[in-house]
């Protein structure tokens, strides 16, 4: 970056960059165009055969809602009656279905019409019975009125937010004048959300969210009156949706199909997507028409009033406008600029209010970015080539665009070439690009060089690309001679039409390139690798060890001596014959084993004589032992 008004330009996209997304993630939240819709359908067809009722419920209940034809009916009609049992949830299921089908025809047994009556008239009943209770009713056409429901509802047991929310569905089966009373619940149950900066969501997950708006906006709509959520938290609850938007499963593509339907067809409370349009040209010197696209979330044209209310450019400059935008086709409001604010991102502030012949629309004011662009013109190119000493060019050309060189021209590593721009917007205002590269390629060898363009420090708002060909001949050039093609290429994210503009060939002459080295072979043998240990620690003084070896026998001396003073009968050792004998020598045998271990075996070779010498062991002490057991006996 090397001017302010650069630095400010590139500053200002890269605020756009950050901003921009979150913005435009926000504004198609809460809407599902062509494609989603497309996507949805694909969804659930696909989900035929189905594995259950509830599946089947929800793929058919989604192209329903999308207004798409129910393929199959006598299989799925068939697949009903062999799946529903008189269970409230199959019940459920089956009958929603075949609400759906038209020509689908099948009756519920008597044991399950008498479950669904005693749930509904029984007090104290769960809260997703009685909720699936009254649906079965209604989708079976049995609708009556419930005088008992009103006391029903003020023992039930409400834990979790599904369990709230289907309360609000229970609540548009009592007249109209009780059911507002539930509207407060509206509020305690948003109270439960958790919240962050752009989402609102339940700890329960998104089936939770699928039931409270839903069945928010039927009871909102069924006492006709606005559901108590303020905008600010449709917005989060839209954005938590957008979460959900492509999870493709028929589960999730048919909860937020709910949550749109519901929101779409609400008489007082539906918000609307407001947005530039795609195929909207931006805003520039030969087009002052501001286009916005005012949808409803099934991307239907709104019918709304829409208002530019200011636009913000520049360092925080502000215009205000207060003007209405005139409808012109399928959801684009237009306004024609009288004043075209300057190059550069530009926010507009837009207000969308209800339309007097429709009045469902929340109010909406919103900021939308977009930009103003302009023409980029060069109005002469100088590109010269010098002496490194000397300041006086040898070669210099003035070139206007599109035209090229004169001539081929050549430059050695001794000298340095120089190529001034001069870039004017269309009105012939200087216009610094944010892009100005030139590139050299080398056609036989594809080498590739590219050199950045740099703002004249002369303030004669130029651009100039100065090339050493002393410092460049190595490290861009790679030291590769022959003829380059040069092209400057210009660009800029404010200009509609970047350029590219081939401007001749230069034939470049540098220090030849050093042979490579051979690499070095050695055959010889490598020199021998003698491995040492490491040395042993000193032993201590000999006189040291026999000390201590004394010490250590002095105790069997003392045994030896005091046997014969304590009457210790030795004889006896070898009293039971030759097992006896064979016994005591084994131990023997045993303690000097351990007595050579220490002198001279290693351990494999001690367990080795050891294992011979235990079973040896072994048997003559179990012989011995019989032995002396036997005499006692006798005696």
């Known amino acids: ?62 192209l329903s809602k999308l207004g798409v034809n129910i393929m199959k009916q006598e299989k799925l009609c068939d697949f009903v009656k062999n799946e529903v049992n008189d269970k409230l949830d199959s019940l459920f299921f089956a009958t929603s279905i075949k609400k759906l089908l038209k020509k689908c025809k099948f009756e519920i047994g008597k044991s399950a019409e008498d479950l669904v009556t005693n749930t509904i008239a029984t007090p104290g009943n769960d809260v997703t019975a009685l909720y699936y209770a009254l649906e079965i009713r209604k989708n079976l056409g049995t609708m009556d009125k419930f005088d008992s429901l009103v006391e029903n509802m003020k023992n039930l047991n409400k834990t979790t937010i599904v369990q709230h929310s289907r309360v609000l569905k229970i609540a548009t089966f009592l007249p109209q004048s009780t059911a507002g009373e539930f509207l407060s619940e509206i509020v305690t149950i948003v109270d439960r959300a958790d919240e962050t900066k752009i989402t609102r969501y339940f700890p329960e997950g998104f089936a939770a969210t699928v039931e409270f708006l839903t069945h928010a906006y039927s009871l909102a709509d069924y006492v006709n009156e606005q559901p108590p959520i303020s905008t600010d938290t449709i917005d989060k609850f839209l954005t938590e949706i957008a979460f959900h938007k492509h999870m493709e499963t028929v589960k999730d593509s048919y909860g ?22 795609d195929d909207m040209p931006y805003l520039s010197e030969s087009n002052s028409d501001l286009d916005i696209l005012v949808t409803d979330l099934m991307n239907n044209p709104a019918v709304v009033k829409v208002g530019l209310t200011e636009y913000t450019y520049g360092d925080k400059k502000t215009v205000t406008v207060n003007t209405l935008m005139e409808y012109t086709s399928k959801g684009v409001y237009r306004i024609t600029l009288t004043e075209l604010p300057p190059v550069g991102l530009v926010n507009f502030t837009i207000g969308v209010t209800a339309d007097s012949t429709d009045g469902s629309y929340i109010p909406t004011k919103i900021t939308l970015l977009t930009k103003v662009i302009t023409t980029m013109k060069v109005d002469k190119l100088e590109f010269s080539i010098r002496e490194r000493e000397h300041i006086k060019a040898t070669v210099e050309e003035t070139v206007t665009y599109p035209g090229a060189l004169t001539s081929q021209l050549s430059a050695d590593h001794r000298q340095v070439i120089i190529i001034k721009l001069n870039i004017t917007d269309i009105g012939g205002k200087a216009f610094n690009p944010q892009q100005v590269f030139a590139f050299f390629l080398q056609k036989e060898t594809k080498n590739e060089v590219f050199f950045i363009g740099q703002p004249s420090k002369t303030g004669n708002d130029h651009y100039v690309i100065k090339i050493d060909l002393t410092e460049t001949e190595k490290e861009s050039f790679r030291l590769i ?133 235990s079973v040896i062991a072994f048997l003559s002490g179990h012989r011995t032992l019989r032995t002396r057991a036997a005499n006692r006996m006798a005696k």
């Open 1 to 62: 970056l090397h001017s302010s008004k650069k630095t400010y330009r590139f500053d200002m996209l890269l605020q756009t960059y950050l901003i921009l997304i979150p913005i435009l993630f926000h504004l198609t939240a809460g809407l599902l165009d062509a494609g989603d819709q497309s996507m949805y359908g694909n969804i659930f067809k696909s989900a035929f055969p189905y594995k259950d009722l509830k599946t089947a419920f929800q793929a058919t209940s989604g």
């Open 256 to 277: 937020v199909l709910s949550i749109m339907s519901a929101m779409n067809h609400s008489t007082h409370y539906s918000p609307v997507s407001v947005r530039i349009p």
């Open 481 to 613: 001679s022959g003829v380059y093609e040069l092209t400057m290429i210009l660009g800029d994210a404010l200009i509609s039409n970047p350029t590219k503009w081939v401007l001749g060939n230069v034939d470049f002459t540098f220090h030849p390139k050093p042979p490579a080295p051979e690499p070095e072979v050695h055959y010889e043998p490598l020199p021998e690798i003698h491995h040492q240990f490491r040395k042993p620690e000193p032993r201590p003084p000999a006189v040291l060890s026999n000390i201590f070896c004394a010490m250590v026998l002095t105790p069997w001396l003392i045994l030896l001596f005091m046997w014969p003073k304590v009457g210790v009968n030795i004889r006896n050792f070898f009293s039971f014959g030759i097992s006896g004998m064979v016994f005591q020598s084994s131990l023997f045998s045993i303690g000097g084993l351990y007595v050579l271990y220490w002198w001279q075996l290693n351990m494999f070779q001690t367990l080795f004589y050891l294992s011979g010498l």
